[in-house]
């Protein structure tokens, strides 16, 4: 009985250790799992490589060359802006003319016959059978007759026989019969029985308007003519640009028809009404055309300088548009960066015009402006994309195994606009 009590007692104690030897095993191996994973710190840096506070930006030298950073300082420079548009030639107005009779009679003879010749001030043109310049010749050959008749008569008589002769001289005149014509009428005495007409006016003949053997009276058209020594161009300014535009402005133009040859002119109009389809204003420039190589409806190009002045500019990359404001950010030193609202005025030659905002000498960033912006908006939190932190806390509360899927996690935040800073900085951080 004894035996079998201390029998029973030995297997007690036997379960007893055994159950607290497993317990403690379940027990170690339960801490031993469930703590935190171990981090290494070995080359973990504490200061950040991108930091923003507000409007001001601080960029390590790291950051600043993989963002590449690129500054330049505000100047005072002279400016021209150049506009380059398009244009269509055209005749000048106020060179076209037309050639009409003053007589009336039969057209027998032209002397121009197509269009497109020259004609010369006072070239003969035409030959006409016209009594009306027949009647003319006669009435004078007779006051000659008279005159030279009545010389001796009374002072009265000789006074008024030479007016007649005048009258009847001012009739041919009016006839558009020239000194030497009515000189050799003079000289010969004999009447001829065609009038030669002659141009009034010069220039290039663009329509004819009469055959041989049409019967013309005074006041007819005979010749449509233009001065083509001198022709218009009309072009399109936008109206951005025409605030630049005036009267007397020197235009250079070019044509693909003769390379590496321009022609000059002078902005003579500008019209007063805006296209409301295109946003642009018809601008009339008047050129001069040696040789007439200029035809009337060829298409040129025309490039116009406006002269803006000294004026304090900065480089066009400089500026950040966000369309309510015109954004630079300014180095206050070799890291540190602060955004500033300026007023501009005009571009041109690759800068623009910076009309408040800014002092002469003021340094300004050119290159990766748009980035910096970016940590303005982010804060210095940008500065930790790409960072691990965020995920091992994450992580702490689960299995080692599962801190890859932690870490790919925190991939995400490296999408900002200073990534490859970001990123290269995270990668100093490996594991972290």
Same mark, same amino acid.
């Given at each position: 009985?004894?035996?079998?009590?201390?029998?029973?007692?030995?297997?007690?104690?036997?379960?007893?250790?055994?159950?607290?030897?497993?317990?403690?095993?379940?027990?170690?191996?339960?801490?031993?799992?469930?703590?935190?994973?171990?981090?290494?710190?070995?080359?973990?840096?504490?200061?950040?490589?991108?930091?923003?506070?507000?409007?001001?930006?601080?960029?390590?030298?790291?950051?600043?060359?993989?963002?590449?950073?690129?500054?330049?300082?505000?100047?005072?420079?002279?400016?021209?802006?150049?506009?380059?548009?398009?244009?269509?030639?055209?005749?000048?107005?106020?060179?076209?003319?037309?050639?009409?009779?003053?007589?009336?009679?039969?057209?027998?003879?032209?002397?121009?016959?197509?269009?497109?010749?020259?004609?010369?001030?006072?070239?003969?043109?035409?030959?006409?059978?016209?009594?009306?310049?027949?009647?003319?010749?006669?009435?004078?050959?007779?006051?000659?007759?008279?005159?030279?008749?009545?010389?001796?008569?009374?002072?009265?008589?000789?006074?008024?026989?030479?007016?007649?002769?005048?009258?009847?001289?001012?009739?041919?005149?009016?006839?558009?019969?020239?000194?030497?014509?009515?000189?050799?009428?003079?000289?010969?005495?004999?009447?001829?029985?065609?009038?030669?007409?002659?141009?009034?006016?010069?220039?290039?003949?663009?329509?004819?308007?009469?055959?041989?053997?049409?019967?013309?009276?005074?006041?007819?058209?005979?010749?449509?003519?233009?001065?083509?020594?001198?022709?218009?161009?009309?072009?399109?300014?936008?109206?951005?640009?025409?605030?630049?535009?005036?009267?007397?402005?020197?235009?250079?133009?070019?044509?693909?028809?003769?390379?590496?040859?321009?022609?000059?002119?002078?902005?003579?109009?500008?019209?007063?009404?805006?296209?409301?389809?295109?946003?642009?204003?018809?601008?009339?420039?008047?050129?001069?055309?040696?040789?007439?190589?200029?035809?009337?409806?060829?298409?040129?190009?025309?490039?116009?300088?406006?002269?803006?002045?000294?004026?304090?500019?900065?480089?066009?990359?400089?500026?950040?548009?966000?369309?309510?404001?015109?954004?630079?950010?300014?180095?206050?030193?070799?890291?540190?960066?602060?955004?500033?609202?300026?007023?501009?005025?005009?571009?041109?030659?690759?800068?623009?015009?910076?009309?408040?905002?800014?002092?002469?000498?003021?340094?300004?960033?050119?290159?990766?402006?748009?980035?910096?912006?970016?940590?303005?908006?982010?804060?210095?939190?940008?500065?930790?994309?790409?960072?691990?932190?965020?995920? +091992?806390?994450?992580?702490? &509360?689960?299995? $080692?195994? =599962?801190? %890859?899927?932690?870490? /790919? !996690?925190?991939?995400?935040? +490296?999408?900002?606009?200073? &990534?490859?800073? $970001?990123? =290269?900085? %995270?990668?100093?951080? /490996? !594991?972290?």
């Amino acid at each position: 009985m004894i035996e079998k009590l201390q029998a029973k007692k030995k297997l007690i104690i036997g379960v007893t250790a055994g159950i607290l030897v497993i317990g403690g095993t379940g027990y170690y191996y339960t801490t031993q799992h469930n703590k935190p994973a171990a981090v290494d710190h070995t080359g973990h840096q504490t200061n950040t490589p991108v930091m923003a506070m507000g409007d001001t930006v601080t960029l390590d030298a790291k950051a600043r060359q993989l963002a590449g950073v690129q500054t330049a300082q505000a100047i005072v420079k002279s400016l021209a802006k150049e506009i380059k548009t398009t244009g269509k030639i055209a005749m000048n107005e106020s060179g076209r003319t037309y050639i009409t009779s003053r007589v009336e009679g039969r057209v027998d003879e032209l002397y121009i016959t197509a269009e497109g010749q020259t004609i010369a001030p006072g070239q003969a043109i035409a030959s006409v059978y016209s009594p009306t310049y027949i009647a003319a010749q006669e009435e004078y050959l007779l006051s000659l007759e008279t005159v030279q008749k009545l010389k001796n008569a009374s002072k009265d008589i000789v006074q008024i026989n030479n007016r007649l002769r005048d009258a009847a001289r001012r009739k041919l005149q009016l006839l558009n019969v020239s000194d030497n014509d009515i000189a050799h009428l003079e000289h010969t005495r004999q009447l001829n029985d065609h009038m030669t007409i002659y141009a009034q006016f010069g220039g290039t003949v663009l329509e004819k308007q009469l055959l041989p053997g049409a019967f013309i009276m005074p006041g007819d058209k005979l010749y449509s003519l233009s001065d083509l020594s001198t022709v218009w161009l009309y072009t399109d300014i936008y109206e951005k640009d025409i605030a630049g535009i005036t009267p007397g402005q020197p235009v250079v133009v070019t044509s693909g028809a003769y390379p590496g040859q321009t022609f000059t002119g002078n902005v003579t109009f500008i019209n007063p009404v805006l296209d409301d389809a295109t946003r642009t204003v018809k601008v009339r420039v008047e050129l001069a055309n040696p040789g007439g190589k200029l035809k009337p409806n060829m298409f040129v190009n025309a490039n116009v300088q406006i002269p803006l002045g000294d004026s304090l500019v900065i480089p066009e990359s400089s500026l950040l548009d966000t369309g309510s404001r015109k954004i630079v950010f300014i180095a206050q030193s070799e890291d540190t960066f602060v955004k500033r609202e300026v007023v501009i005025g005009q571009h041109a030659d690759g800068y623009v015009q910076i009309l408040s905002g800014l002092q002469p000498g003021e340094t300004v960033v050119t290159a990766a402006t748009f980035l910096i912006d970016s940590q303005t908006k982010l804060g210095s939190l940008g500065s930790h994309a790409g960072h691990g932190g965020g995920g +091992a806390a994450k992580g702490a &509360a689960t299995p $080692a195994p =599962a801190s %890859g899927s932690a870490n /790919s !996690g925190a991939a995400a935040p +490296a999408k900002t606009p200073l &990534a490859p800073a $970001a990123q =290269a900085a %995270g990668g100093e951080h /490996s !594991g972290h």
